[in-house]
């Protein structure tokens, strides 16, 4: 194990920083030093933020989004289409969806997807309130922006079953050729999927 190399505060700070997705043990190092050296401008703004976060952030109750209200500000957004209902595993993946502007609708976030491996079962899943809110009358059509993964697609067909007894239509992302994605660069099961779901020009 490599020697401490600063006191107890910073080594805690680094290791902390370490759980961060994205950063190791050598990032979190550059990361807190860097925090370090600007403590007044970065560091300092960073730890009230992040005071106000834990005392304030809360999970909306309608939809799973993180916010500091809740209703969230997509909940209570009046412009959003009530016709349309996004679900999707995690916040991550709506915000996401909300920086591409490519759709202006209400989200439902699963908190994860279903995976035997992991021993996560449909009632760990945010399941039985997408089925209430789907029941709305006013939602036509569940758009399921699930990952392309093993467990995200079974998480789809689940979903799928579970509001076939509603009149709306349940769609999915496509799959395929990403846009400037070059062919010679693509895996199989890309290439494969963008085959089978060809559109017409």
Not at 72 to 92: A, K, Q, W
Request: aromatic share 2%; hydrophobic share 45%.
């Amino acid at each position: 194990m490599p020697n401490a190399v600063a006191g107890p505060e910073i080594e805690r700070l680094i290791q902390l920083l370490a759980r961060m997705p994205g950063l190791g043990p050598r990032s979190a190092r550059r990361a807190a030093l860097q925090l370090i050296k600007k403590r007044e401008s970065l560091l300092a703004p960073l730890a009230d933020a992040m005071r106000v976060a834990v005392e304030r952030i809360v999970v909306c109750h309608e939809c799973g989004n993180v916010d500091t209200t809740d209703p969230c500000t997509i909940c209570r957004d009046e412009t959003r289409d009530p016709t349309m209902l996004v679900v999707v595993e995690d916040v991550s993946d709506l915000w996401a969806l909300e920086r591409s502007g490519a759709v202006k609708a209400r989200y439902h976030v699963l908190g994860g997807v279903l995976s035997a491996l992991d021993g996560v079962r449909p009632e760990h899943l945010n399941l039985a309130r997408l089925v209430e809110r789907a029941g709305d009358p006013a939602v036509r059509e569940v758009i399921l922006a699930l990952n392309a993964t093993v467990d995200g697609q079974t998480t789809a067909h689940y979903v799928t079953e579970l509001l076939a007894h509603l009149s709306l239509t349940v769609t999915r992302l496509a799959h395929g050729v990403p846009v400037g994605g070059e062919l010679d660069y693509l895996d199989e099961g890309t290439l494969s999927a963008a085959i089978q779901r060809r559109t017409a020009f």
